[in-house]
């Protein structure tokens, strides 16, 4: 006669064998964000707890940011708090990578669990309304002619937005190391000393800037995408600065968890991922879909850290 299985052990056989979803609420989630306020990876950081709390996918959030040399103060706190706690994600993207680099730090992306890609960003490169420069050729003559009386207000050393005023200032023919870069925790007090004229200009990314844009408080010179995010600011390249540089964000879990838990949260961000309502918050942030997980999201993370420090050794930054 063929194996009879009782019901509850067919039951349990499938309930381990049924793939891991986001369906089963979690009660909590630790957010951790190595980075101030008010930049993007809070910003990411709090679009993720919108989202997942209106479709009821996560019952409470908590908040912790420790702002930093690009990620890299706050990284190793949640690396040896946080281990082994699978109600745990931390926020980080490319400037984590390029700041881990320029600082030559021990603890790094490859030191948490990749969980997923989120999002993707073009720059914004900005002056102060009422700034002498009016528009990217005055920004540009300005730089060729002595980049150290043009600060530029930008995240952490050695980040996206360092690295994209290194680069435009190479195709000037200038050094990156001429560079008169004002590097700031997060997005607020970036924004606070553009507005308030300590410095002549700011590199942040397009969300970041986009409010005080809009409220004529900011004039956006041009953006480092590929292509116009807004139809209404060149890009750099089309401009005749051929740089093009990109700001992805993702979320990692801490060091120790199972496999199966990373796999929930793996489940929870895809499931945020296909929701109308996380679509909406792409268009409304201006930010591009670059949803990645698995063995995809680990090699490219292998790929920007070798690609960037490529690029950091060119420009002269690390």
């Not at 005055?138 to 952490?156: C, E, H, I, R």
């Not at 190479?170 to 925790?185: D, N, P, Q, T, W």
């Not at 109308?276 to 090699?299: I, N, S, V, Y």
Request: glycine residues 14%; charged residues 20%; positive net charge.
């Amino acid at each position: 006669m063929p194996h009879r299985r009782s019901l509850p052990a067919l039951l349990a056989g499938l309930a381990v064998a049924r793939p891991a979803t986001a369906q089963q609420r979690l009660a909590s989630l630790y957010m951790f964000i190595p980075a101030g306020p008010g930049g993007g990876w809070d910003g990411l950081g709090r679009a993720i707890e919108q989202v997942a709390r209106g479709a009821g996918l996560v019952g409470n959030f908590q908040f912790e940011n420790v702002g930093g040399a690009g990620g890299t103060v706050g990284l190793p706190r949640f690396v040896g708090q946080r281990r082994g706690r699978a109600d745990s994600l931390m926020v980080a993207g490319s400037i984590m990578v390029g700041a881990t680099l320029t600082n030559r730090t021990p603890v790094g992306l490859k030191d948490v669990l990749p969980v997923a890609r989120m999002t993707e960003e073009a720059g914004v490169i900005v002056v102060p309304a009422a700034s002498e420069i009016r528009d990217l050729r005055g920004f540009l003559d300005a730089l060729k002619a002595g980049p150290g009386a043009v600060s530029v207000a930008g995240g952490s050393a050695g980040g996206t937005d360092h690295i994209t005023l290194g680069l435009v200032l190479k195709a000037l023919g200038r050094s990156a190391r001429e560079a008169s870069y004002v590097a700031f925790a997060g997005g607020g007090p970036a924004q606070a000393a553009i507005l308030g004229a300590q410095v002549k200009a700011g590199i942040s990314g397009l969300s970041e800037f986009a409010e005080q844009i809009r409220a004529g408080r900011m004039r956006a010179l041009a953006t480092t995408g590929a292509e116009r995010t807004d139809p209404a600011i060149p890009t750099l390249r089309e401009s005749g600065i051929d740089v093009v540089v990109t700001n992805w964000r993702g979320v990692f879990a801490p060091p120790g968890i199972r496999p199966d838990a990373r796999e929930r949260l793996v489940a929870l961000m895809t499931e945020i991922h296909g929701l109308p309502a996380w679509k909406e918050m792409l268009k409304t942030r201006d930010w591009q879909d670059a949803f990645l997980t698995g063995e995809a999201f680990t090699e490219f993370l292998a790929r920007d850290a070798q690609q960037t420090e490529a690029v950091l050794k060119e420009i002269g930054l690390a």
